[in-house]
């Protein structure tokens, strides 16, 4: 009788974020140990792939990150596609105040870190994006740990502002941490995506073409010297929403639904163990408060939540949107606190942006995004649970 609740727990957001934070303390622990440079030899081994003439080296590390990670990124499109179709993104009252907190969200953080950088002969002004980042699995993993008895216009609310996040981040992405572009290989993946575009009219298509076409379209992209990411998303959009014969589920819920499990306990947490883990041996406390990691967190923790919770404020007091169904102001600042939990595409951007420039920079960009990223979720864990209790004690005072 106990295995169908275990199985159920492992399907909800609170596992997937489980799954994260401990590769996360895995990775931590492994780089500050007696085993730390077998740690650092693993992420680091270099390995080729060949595939007739596809060649390619990378370290393990890369090999997660620009490999394995693209899945994640064909996920996060299938999320994105979903939304702008027959979600929430498909009606523009409902999405013009998810969409000004993702702005408000992406803009503060960039904006502090800038401040904090700019002018510095320490600081690092062009990582400014890393902190215009918001997770998804960590943020709804910490909202459904705290978040019963709160209305589900929340838990909306924050899935459809942080797949904003995610689209606009994949655009900084795009244009910031693109350097040279081979343009024969941009030619192929054109090509690829055309041939996938024109696989999504045959609805029969078995799903194995469809993965070949992805593994080619992610060779020429990463030949290409542009990030898997953008393959992944691209990838996604030629996926048909609907079922390949009556009757059946759709072919991007299939996807979406076959995926998730792969991706919220393998690639995810994979991609944190050869992402995070950084030593502190060697680190001064100079380091630590050095422009960089302090503009990454204060950024996250500071920025994140008053932009969001500033361009809600605005739109709902002009009257241009209404609050989410049932929610008050706040439990919509413990969602602003979640949006601070970067992670996972903050500490992407940063291995994009830090690439080459050696252990020190990696570790002190590993710092801010965690010390962001953990402070935003306890304080926004600790505001919805104070905010649950509240809303429980006002309905037990309600007369029966």
């Not at 024969?184 to 575009?197: F, N, Y």
Request: hydrophobic content about 55%; charged content about 10%.
């Amino acid at each position: 009788m106990a295995l169908r609740p275990t199985l159920d727990f492992l399907k909800t957001e609170a596992a997937g974020g489980a799954a994260l934070v401990a590769a996360d303390a895995l990775a931590l622990l492994a780089a500050n140990s007696p085993f730390a440079s077998d740690y650092f030899n693993l992420i680091g081994q270099p390995f080729t792939i060949t595939v007739g003439q596809f060649t390619e080296t990378l370290s393990a590390r890369d090999w997660v990150g620009q490999g394995l990670m693209s899945i994640f990124f064909f996920v996060v499109g299938l999320e994105i596609k979903q939304e702008l179709l027959k979600g929430e993104f498909s009606s523009p009252r409902k999405l013009v105040l998810p969409l000004a907190g993702a702005a408000g969200g992406m803009i503060l953080p960039a904006l502090i870190y800038l401040a904090l950088n700019l002018g510095h002969a320490a600081g690092a002004p062009h990582a400014w994006p890393i902190p215009t980042a918001t997770d998804i699995a960590f943020a709804l993993a910490a909202l459904a740990l705290v978040g019963r008895g709160l209305p589900e216009s929340l838990r909306l609310f924050l899935l459809t502002l942080a797949i904003a996040d995610d689209l606009g981040a994949i655009g900084l992405i795009a244009i910031f941490f693109t350097s040279h572009i081979h343009a024969w290989a941009l030619v192929g993946a054109a090509a690829t995506l055309i041939g996938l575009i024109g696989l999504s009219e045959w609805k029969d298509a078995p799903f194995l073409f469809r993965a070949a076409g992805f593994v080619v379209l992610a060779a020429f992209t990463l030949k290409s010297g542009m990030s898997t990411s953008l393959a992944g998303v691209a990838a996604a959009f030629t996926v048909p929403i609907g079922p390949r014969r009556p009757g059946q589920e759709g072919v991007l819920k299939h996807f979406m639904q076959s995926l998730h499990p792969y991706v919220a306990f393998a690639v995810l947490p994979l991609f944190a163990f050869t992402a995070a883990g950084f030593s502190f041996s060697g680190l001064s406390l100079g380091d630590v408060l050095a422009p960089m990691p302090l503009g990454i967190a204060a950024g996250l923790f500071i920025g994140k939540q008053a932009g969001v919770l500033i361009a809600v404020f605005i739109l709902v007091r002009t009257g241009l949107a209404r609050r989410p169904t049932g929610a008050s102001w706040l439990e919509l600042y413990g969602v602003a606190l979640l949006c601070g939990v970067g992670f996972t595409l903050s500490l992407f951007m940063g291995a994009l942006a830090f690439d080459g420039q050696g252990a020190l920079a990696r570790s002190q960009m590993t710092i801010g995004v965690a010390v962001g990223s953990i402070v935003s979720a306890l304080v926004g864990m600790a505001v919805l649970a104070g905010a649950a209790r509240r809303r429980e004690a006002r309905e037990k005072a309600l007369p029966a």
